[in-house]
Nanobody, 127 residues
């Protein structure tokens, strides 16, 4: 069982930065694929980024819409995954969700790859 709690959301001006954190409980954290999704009002939940461990190397993947602006990282000693968001745009406004997947899915951009979800944190980009 993995429990996830996001933090770090808020209101930021276009071009600004935020860092989201996701604190996880459970001894399986280091084995999990850790992802971020977001959902704006009236839209479906969309993939943002994921970090996966393969052998001793972590790989990060990003949606095209955030590539070059967002960076995902994890600290297994703290059971925490981060999403550093730079050069934020109004279209980044959404509720951001942290997710954990233990089934080693081949499609990491699909929400079905993740068994555990946080409650979400609101990010608003507006002047």
């Amino acid at each position: 069982q993995v429990q996830l709690v996001e933090s770090g959301g808020g209101l930021v001006q276009p071009g600004g930065s935020l860092r989201l954190s996701c604190a996880a409980s459970g001894r399986t954290f280091s084995l999990a694929d850790m992802g971020w999704f977001r959902q704006a009002p009236g839209t479906e939940r969309e993939f943002v980024s994921v970090i996966r461990k393969t052998a001793s190397i972590y790989y990060a993947y990003y949606a095209d819409s955030v590539k070059g602006r967002f960076t995902i990282s994890r600290d297994n000693a703290k059971n925490t995954v981060y999403l550093q968001m730079n050069s934020l745009k109004p279209e980044d406004t959404a509720v951001y969700y942290c997710a954990a997947g233990l089934k080693a899915s081949s499609v990491l951009s699909a929400h079905t790859a993740y068994e555990y979800w946080g409650q979400g944190t609101q990010v608003t980009v507006s002047s």
